[in-house]
């Protein structure tokens, strides 16, 4: 997969989202969908590449102490930037 430059993203890439489309999250309620848009302009290490040619980033959030919530979002070349050439595996 690449970057919206072009850039080869592999798994353990640091990536920042430049864009999201609201659409593609019309499945979630307001407050995950406020959470999901957030992630603009941030950076996330990609987890996973999917047959699709998608990374998979994650956002983690403390909703008590001792219990988190996760949203894994999966994005198309067109919504990331490679923000690092180092490689993480």
């Known amino acids: 997969m690449v970057d919206i430059n072009g850039k080869k993203v592999l798994e353990g890439s640091f990536i920042k989202i430049v864009s999201l489309n609201p659409k593609d999250f019309s499945n979630l309620d307001e407050t995950y ?34 219990d988190y919530e996760a949203i894994g979002v999966a994005l198309s070349s067109n919504e990331i930037e490679l923000s690092s050439d180092d490689y993480t595996f």
Do not use: T
């Open 33 to 66: 969908l406020s959470k999901v848009i957030k992630m603009i302009g941030e950076s996330f290490k990609v987890y996973e590449i999917d047959n699709y040619n998608q990374a998979w980033v994650k956002i983690e959030w403390q909703i008590s102490k001792d």
